[in-house]
Structure formats: C-alpha cells, structure tokens
C-alpha cells in the first residue's frame, strides 16, 4: 500500500505563492496518475489538477488554470502543486491522491491522507 503526505500549506495574502508536496511511500514500484484535490469549509472536495504517470500530460480545473502548476519527480516519489496569483476563494485543505483516468474524471484510488491547509487573506 501506498502512503501519501502533503506539505508546504500555510497562511499567504492574496497574490502570493505556494509550492505544495506530496511524498508517497510504501509499495511505490509502480508510478501512478496524480493529481490534487482541494476541500473549502462546507463545501464538496473538488478537483484542483492531475498529472500523468511520467508527467506528459497535465489537466486544470478551469478556476485554477494559468495560476497552477502541477509536477512531479519520480526519482523522489513526489508530487507538486505550484500556486500562483493566489486568491482567497483558493483557501482549503488540498490533497493528493493516485488516480485513474475515467472519461474525464479522475476517481481517487487510496484512501484519503491528512492533507495540508491553504488560508489566502484578501
């Protein structure tokens, strides 16, 4: 099994930049589609990005496109989440998980990690 941790969360203003990360550990010989969730208070969890097993092919929620930069290093069995330009309405808790590719959707795989906790001030 496989174990995820994100990182790099905090308190920013508005307009400023976070990088986040997500370590997996555990049975990680395989790579696995990645993407990133986000979960505002009283709201559903919600697709933020996804990234493919060798990173050749990304996708974007449109609320996040231009300002988002999903990567990953295989060699370190980690994922990345570059936030731009960031806006209060991006304040959530976001996770990583592994996904499959499902007709344009990406359901998750593993069970759900702590996640890291992104508060933007206007």
């Known amino acids: 099994q496989v174990q995820l941790v994100e990182s790099g969360g905090g308190l920013v203003q508005a307009g400023d930049s976070l990088r986040l990360s997500c370590a997996a550990s555990?049975?990680?010989?395989?790579?696995?589609?990645m993407a990133w969730y986000r979960q505002a208070p009283g709201k559903e969890r919600e697709f933020v990005a996804v990234?493919?097993?060798?990173?050749?092919?990304?996708y974007y929620a449109d609320s996040v496109k231009g300002r988002f930069t999903i990567s990953r290093d295989n060699a370190k069995n980690t994922v990345y989440l570059q936030m731009n330009s960031l806006k209060p309405e991006d304040t959530a808790i976001y996770y990583c998980?592994?996904?499959?590719?499902?007709?344009?959707?990406?359901?998750?795989?593993?069970?759900w990690g702590q996640g890291t906790q992104v508060t933007v001030s206007s």
């Open positions: 555990g049975r990680t010989d395989g790579y696995y589609n």
């Open positions: 990234i493919s097993q060798r990173g050749g092919y990304t």
């Open positions: 998980n592994a996904v499959r590719f499902l007709g344009g959707t990406y359901p998750p795989l593993l069970d």
